[in-house]
């Protein structure tokens, strides 16, 4: 079974800064994904980003971007030019259905 | 278009009595999962539907709990007997084509159990 582990139970970032939020997985299957999800305090899971094992390049959606090292196992988020809407749980999935503990970000006025 | 939608978003049961969670996904979404989420925590896998057929109910913590989907859209979850542990929310997420993990899941916004 595939395991994501995300080792920063908080983190806060200044408004305007860049964060980037660690996740690494463990899997011996040859072709994988990982997905990002925001959980603000409503509640609601919302999808930000997929990876693919075999995509060539660095997924990137808007201020959100992949730092994705397959050598590593390590599939880190990072989210440019921060938002106070940012703050909320944000989680890292991997294809088999198996969530990390999450990241509670903070950003900071 | 509508999002996944789930009722009710808040429930309350004395332990011992029978729950029903409903789920309806977006439409013409094949695949629909059931998670559960405690406090402070990631969202476990319960089971998984493609369209009408259970999939995967590994994550099912118990017999007490059952899911189904019998025309393939709108989707109930059953506690049966619920205990104080049962308590946390339960999110169920849609996603458009069949197979797991290949595809983005669309969430809805959660039961929240909170069994007394």
């Known amino acids: 079974a595939q395991k994501i582990t995300q080792t920063q139970p908080g983190m806060f970032v200044q408004e305007k800064e860049a964060v980037t939020l660690d996740c690494t997985y463990d899997?011996?299957?040859?072709?994988?994904?990982l997905f990002w999800y925001k959980q603000p305090s409503s509640g609601e899971m919302i999808f930000l980003i997929y990876?693919?094992?075999?995509?060539?390049q660095n997924a990137t959606e808007g201020r959100y971007s992949l730092n994705f090292q397959k050598a590593r196992k390590s599939a880190n988020l990072v989210i440019s030019a921060s938002q106070l809407g940012d703050s909320a749980m944000y989680f890292c999935?991997?294809?088999?259905?198996?969530f990390g503990s999450g990241t509670q970000l903070t950003v900071l006025p | 278009g509508a999002g996944v939608s789930q009722s009710p978003r808040y429930k309350v049961a004395k332990r011992g009595q029978d729950v029903a969670l409903r789920c309806d996904p977006i439409?013409?979404?094949?695949?629909l999962f059931w998670y559960q989420q405690a406090l402070g925590q990631g969202p476990e896998f319960l089971t998984y539907?493609?369209?009408?057929?259970?999939?995967?109910k590994s994550g099912l913590p118990s017999d007490r709990f059952f899911a189904e989907r019998p025309e393939g859209s709108v989707s109930t979850l059953k506690i049966q007997r619920t205990q104080q542990e049962d308590s946390a929310v339960y999110l169920c997420?849609?996603?458009?084509?069949?197979?797991?993990?290949?595809?983005?899941?669309?969430f809805g916004p959660g039961t929240r159990l909170t069994v007394t």
């Open positions: 997420a849609s996603s458009a084509p069949s197979g797991v993990g290949s595809y983005e899941q669309y």
């Open positions: 899997t011996s299957d040859p072709s994988y994904g």
């Open positions: 990876q693919g094992s075999y995509d060539q």
């Open positions: 999935e991997g294809r088999q259905l198996t």
């Open positions: 439409s013409g979404h094949v695949s």
């Open positions: 539907f493609q369209n009408e057929a259970q999939l995967d």
